[in-house]
T-cell receptor, first 109, second 112 residues
Framework: EDKVVQSPLSLVVHEGDTVTLNCSYE??????LLWYKQEKKAPTFLFML????IEKKSGRLSSILDKKELFSILNITATQTGDSAVYLC?????????FGGGTRLMVKP | NAGVTQTPKFQVLKTGQSMTLQCAQD?????MYWYRQDPGMGLRLIYY???????DKGEVPNGYNVSRLNKREFSLRLESAAPSQTSVYFC???????????FGPGTRLLVL
């Protein structure tokens, strides 16, 4: 059975801190790993990773995949209160996405 | 360009009632998906349609049916609602089934 595990479950930081969110997976037929940010409603797409060692970057957010050790990290530098959300990791394995349970990030002013 | 739209936004049903959740996308995507999201369970795939004219079961299909009406629209039907189906339902679409999915705003369903 495909499995995606995210850690930590929740995290509280102060503005300006740097955070690292983890996603590990055990799936057959791995195709890609995706990160989403979910605030009040629908998840919004952040990154899609398919190759090991290649960092994807968008502003203060970056992510990298390790296909040998079967994990990915999402880094957020200089956090802002607007970064408060649940961050979801999902693995595309065959013809469906398997989601992790999410990491709830709260950034305090 | 509205992306993925869902109706209704919120619905209350009594046990045993039926209803259809509607989803439409205007991005010319081939694949469409229905998920439910429950506290502590993350997102779980109910059904998906890899391309127009095809539908397949996901992780939790029991109690649901789907129809891929055309390339734009993918509906989810609850024939006889149960309290266990109280959840937030998200529709998503993607250019192809192995590519990034884009989500609608969700439908909050309460079954009493």
């Amino acid at each position: 059975e495909d499995k995606v595990v995210q850690s930590p479950l929740s995290l509280v930081v102060h503005e300006g801190d740097t955070v690292t969110l983890n996603c590990s997976y055990e799936v057959t037929n791995f195709r890609s790993l995706l990160w989403y940010k979910q605030e009040k409603k629908a998840p919004t797409f952040l990154f899609m990773l398919t190759s090991s060692g290649i960092e994807k970057k968008s502003g203060r957010l970056s992510s990298i995949l390790d296909k040998k050790e079967l994990f990915s990290i999402l880094n957020i530098t200089a956090t802002q209160t607007g970064d408060s959300a649940v961050y979801l990791c999902a693995v595309n394995a065959g013809n469906m996405l398997t989601f992790g349970g999410g990491t709830r990030l709260m950034v305090k002013p | 360009n509205a992306g993925v739209t869902q109706t209704p936004k919120f619905q209350v049903l009594k046990t045993g009632q039926s209803m259809t959740l509607q989803c439409a996308q205007d991005m010319n995507h081939n694949s469409m998906y229905w998920y439910r999201q429950d506290p502590g369970m993350g997102l779980r795939l109910i059904y998906y349609s890899a391309s127009e004219g095809t539908t397949d079961k996901g992780e939790v299909p029991n109690g649901y049916n789907v129809s891929r009406l055309n390339k734009r629209e993918f509906s989810l039907r609850l024939e006889s609602a149960a309290p266990s189906q109280t959840s937030v339902y998200f529709c998503a679409s993607g250019r192809e089934w192995r590519e990034t999915q884009y989500f609608g705003p969700g439908t909050r369903l309460l079954v009493l």
